[in-house]
């Protein structure tokens, strides 16, 4: 029997392949997403309510499939990853709400995209977290100040050490 692209990923992402994973639950994540497109055009007539119904059964397994091979490279650090898994916990795609954890996935993806220098990445970050949370949550503060503060050109001193050398030179 023929064996797809998707399976072969799968289990790559099963035996640790972070990159994978990432891949197959991003796969996983569309497919959701057009499922269930589908399903709100079925639902519009009134004789396909029953076939919209299923189609969106069929959706939310994709997206329960997706947190599942999104997770291991989410909780790795990967930013794309991080995003994608906060979108679906936010959302409650396929999945109950759960703001917490989804702010906190937004919150890795933000920090991910800063450390790889990707500010506008981190920028549209902080714009969805502002979507579900408050301006002042301290996630949001956090990578909002991250993203406007520049780092100094010389690493800061102690005080101490300011005045000791500053002691030596006279």
């Not at 990432?22 to 499922?35: F, N």
């Amino acid at each position: 029997f023929p064996v797809t692209i998707a399976a072969r990923i799968a289990a790559r992402a099963e035996r640790g392949d972070l990159e994978a994973g990432y891949w197959r639950g991003s796969v996983a994540m569309e497919q959701g997403k057009r499922q269930m497109q589908r399903g709100e055009i079925q639902s519009d007539d009134l004789g396909s309510r029953k076939e919209a119904m299923y189609i969106a059964a069929v959706g939310a397994e994709e997206f329960r499939l997706a947190a599942r091979f999104l997770k291991p490279p989410a909780d790795k650090g990967m930013p794309e990853a991080c995003e994608r898994l906060a979108e679906i916990l936010a959302q409650g795609m396929g999945l109950a709400p759960d703001v917490k954890r989804a702010a906190e996935y937004y919150r890795c993806a933000g920090l991910g995209y800063l450390k790889e220098g990707r500010k506008d990445e981190a920028a549209l970050v902080v714009g969805k977290m502002r979507g579900f949370l408050p301006g002042n949550h301290m996630y949001v503060v956090e990578l909002y100040a991250r993203l406007i503060t520049r780092e100094p050109s010389a690493p800061w001193r102690v005080p101490s050490q300011l005045a000791a050398e500053y002691g030596q030179i006279k």
